[in-house]
């Protein structure tokens, strides 16, 4: 298997729907109380881009990328229009969005994340696939515009010298969501116009 580092076609994504997925047991007592545990430390993502396919040159972009990717096999980047940067959908992101550590002395990798909070609660999400080009990083609220790169694999960002300890490490960027094919079979349906439809075409996130 492998992960091919090109992105979904965007006019199809747009319409595609699905979002975050948690894995949750739960054990009804004889009180009809509830125990409840999470299976999974974090969300995993799901998504259905068939609702994006209005053309029946879209169905053809679909089954090439699909046969490309052969099915299930090998994975890619998907754009989810719901949340795809640092801050919110209609902001622009800013190298101040999101804390990404703090350095000290040594360190010269840094993982991107987004946060999600509620009131006290809160989780961090890595972001492993970074938008090329929309990534701005800030150290104690002062934008870098050198001294850094980022991994097109992994989205770490490199330091050339590690950050001073206690220097505050902020990011802001777009980013995908890596992502696979969640069957081995697509079912193409044909009208009498010859538009063609697919009922059902799952993505599932990647996560290693």
Not at 65 to 93: I, M, V, Y
Not at 101 to 130: C, D, E, H, M, V
Request: with cysteine; proline share 4%; net charge positive.
């Amino acid at each position: 298997m492998a992960f091919h580092d090109v992105r979904f076609p965007d006019n199809i994504s747009r319409g595609a729907r699905g979002g975050p997925e948690r894995r949750t047991q739960i054990v009804e007592l004889a009180s009809s109380a509830e125990e409840r545990n999470a299976s999974w430390a974090n969300s995993r993502r799901r998504y259905d881009v068939a609702y994006g396919i209005r053309r029946a040159d879209d169905l053809a972009a679909v089954v090439a990328f699909f046969e490309a990717c052969n099915a299930r096999l090998h994975g890619f980047r998907f754009k989810d229009w719901a949340d795809f940067r640092s801050c919110l959908p209609t902001q622009t992101p800013a190298a101040t969005n999101q804390s990404i550590g703090t350095g000290n002395g040594a360190a010269t990798l840094f993982q991107p994340t987004k946060r999600y909070s509620f009131g006290a609660q809160s989780w961090t999400r890595a972001i492993t696939k970074p938008v090329a080009g929309t990534v701005t990083i800030a150290l104690n609220g002062t934008s870098q515009a050198s001294g850094w790169s980022v991994s097109s694999t992994t989205g770490l960002i490199n330091f050339t010298t590690a950050p001073a300890a206690g220097i505050a490490i902020t990011a802001g960027f777009e980013f995908d969501v890596p992502v696979r094919f969640d069957t081995d079979a697509l079912n193409v349906t044909l009208d009498l116009e010859r538009l063609g439809s697919i009922t059902s075409i799952p993505l599932v996130e990647i996560r290693s």
